[in-house]
């Protein structure tokens, strides 16, 4: 079945930096595309970042130049590298697939951003 382990959360100041690992299994991760989610407390889940199977990349524009998306096909892993980290990036962060009509997510990792 398809898994989707996210880590690396914590607890970071303003201007510190984290990285988000998501470990996929049950499916072949080099054929796919995968994002990165994150859901802020009383907000709606939104897209952060995607890396195609050819490593394009895209952003939202808050995180554009501050995170950078990548992929390891040998371990099957997705990457978010974060800087500059500000106070408004404090959310869940969720590691997404869509293998066909279907959504597959993990279980998140928290990423508190204050001093």
């Known amino acids: 079945q398809v898994q989707l382990v996210e880590s690396g959360g914590g607890l970071v100041q303003p201007g510190g930096s984290l990285r988000l690992s998501c470990a996929a299994s049950g499916f072949i991760f080099s054929i796919e595309s995968m994002t990165w989610y994150r859901q802020a407390p009383g907000k709606q889940r939104e897209l952060v970042a995607t890396?195609?199977?050819?490593?394009?990349?895209n952003y939202a524009d808050s995180v554009k130049g501050r995170f950078t998306i990548s992929r390891d096909n040998a371990k099957n892993t997705v990457y978010l590298q974060m800087n500059s980290l500000k106070p408004e990036d404090t959310a869940v962060y969720y590691c997404n697939v869509q293998l066909g009509t279907k959504h597959y997510w993990g279980q998140g990792t928290q990423v508190t951003v204050s001093s």
């Open positions: 890396i195609s199977t050819s490593s394009r990349t």
